[in-house]
């Protein structure tokens, strides 16, 4: 194996593994939501480690520039890792935002029942894992899915911020608590978004187009 091939390897592998971490910051987050115990120490020793990984995807991807001369496919896949990379420590980001923004919500419990979260945020899971699935398989009927799952999320937020509201409305008393569960749902559904971000990425490097996933359609997964 030459010095390009295991520099390409080694690529791949961190970008699984940043994807891993990130698929457990956005669990923990969910935990956050629903009010169960998360480890905050671990969380931060996460958050570390996707930062570190995040700069070494970088420093891998300037390397391969100034040293080598990939042709097109290889190329498609440097490109595309950095703008995965990217995606990826975003997500990690907004779950360390979700953690922190629960704690500002009184009355947690009632309103994510009330407003029937749970299952949005099993969905933000799903697409999560959906997208680590997605980057190791390539698979185009994976990414497909992400697209589809990404516009029902969309769609159960935009209903759910609109719930919010107008209970913050007609009650005074959760205007606070309330702002901030809007606050987190957004936050969700960024995370949605930056999915449906690395599916793209991962679609242009298998098929050298560029696609936007509001105009993606699939056979069977409308």
Do not use: W
Request: net charge negative; hydrophobic share 45%; glycine share 4%.
């Amino acid at each position: 194996m030459t010095h390009f091939e295991i520099e390409l390897t080694k690529l791949r592998d961190i970008i699984t593994k940043i994807g891993v971490l990130a698929e457990t910051q956005v669990g923990e987050a969910v935990k956050a939501i629903l009010s169960e115990p998360i480890e905050g120490k671990e969380v931060k020793k996460t958050e570390h480690k996707i930062d570190k990984l995040d700069v070494k995807i970088e420093e891998i991807c300037q390397n391969i520039f100034a040293l080598h001369q990939p042709v097109a496919s290889d190329l498609r896949f440097i490109m595309s890792a950095m703008q995965i990379s990217n995606e990826i420590e975003r997500i990690g980001d907004l779950s360390i935002s979700i953690i922190k923004k629960t704690k500002s919500i009184k009355d947690k419990h009632d309103l994510i029942a009330k407003f029937e979260v749970e299952e949005l945020t099993r969905e933000i899971v799903q697409i999560v894992a959906k997208t680590n699935a997605c980057f190791a398989i390539k698979d185009e009927s994976v990414i497909g899915e992400i697209f589809v799952l990404n516009k029902a999320i969309k769609f159960k937020i935009d209903d759910t911020v609109h719930q919010i509201i107008s209970e913050m409305k007609s009650n005074s008393k959760v205007v606070v608590s309330g702002t901030n569960l809007v606050m987190v749902v957004k936050h969700l559904e960024r995370i949605s978004e930056h999915c449906t971000n690395v599916a793209e990425s991962v679609y242009f490097m298998v098929h050298a187009k560029i696609i936007k996933h509001e105009k993606f359609d699939l056979p069977g997964l409308e």
